[in-house]
């Protein structure tokens, strides 16, 4: 099991944008291109749930209240997965984890908080 380290939380208002980031240590020696990467999303008093998914460029997942909002990349080269999140509402306030799909490895978490 490995610790995933995610970055660029904060406060912001509605309507505002924030870009996260997930480094993967190099400690995985796996080809990390073959991961599949996800972001999922916790808030107060609920279950934790994807927000988004990728594998490669073509295959993407997103969950239903960020399409059109957020968008997931990866960079193989660095072993980083991003999410810009644009058009934020007070309802994306949660704390935000990256996760290797299918394995244990998360991150801390990062906290977003959407307020005016």
């Known amino acids: 099991q490995v610790r995933l380290v995610e970055s660029g939380g904060g406060l912001v208002q509605p309507g505002g944008s924030l870009r996260l980031s997930c480094s993967v240590p190099?400690?995985?020696?796996?080809?990390?291109?073959?991961?599949?990467m996800a972001w999922y999303r916790q808030a107060p008093g609920k279950q934790r749930e994807m927000v988004a998914l990728?594998?490669?460029?073509?295959?993407?997942r997103y969950a239903d209240a960020v399409k059109g909002r957020f968008t997931i990349s990866r960079d193989n080269s660095r072993k980083m997965v991003y999410l810009q999140m644009s058009n934020l509402k007070p309802e994306d306030t949660a704390v935000y984890y990256c996760h290797i799909d299918g394995t244990d490895n998360w991150g801390q978490g990062t906290q977003v908080t959407v307020s005016s």
């Open positions: 190099r400690s995985i020696t796996s080809t990390f291109s073959a991961y599949e």
């Open positions: 990728i594998v490669d460029r073509a295959t993407i």
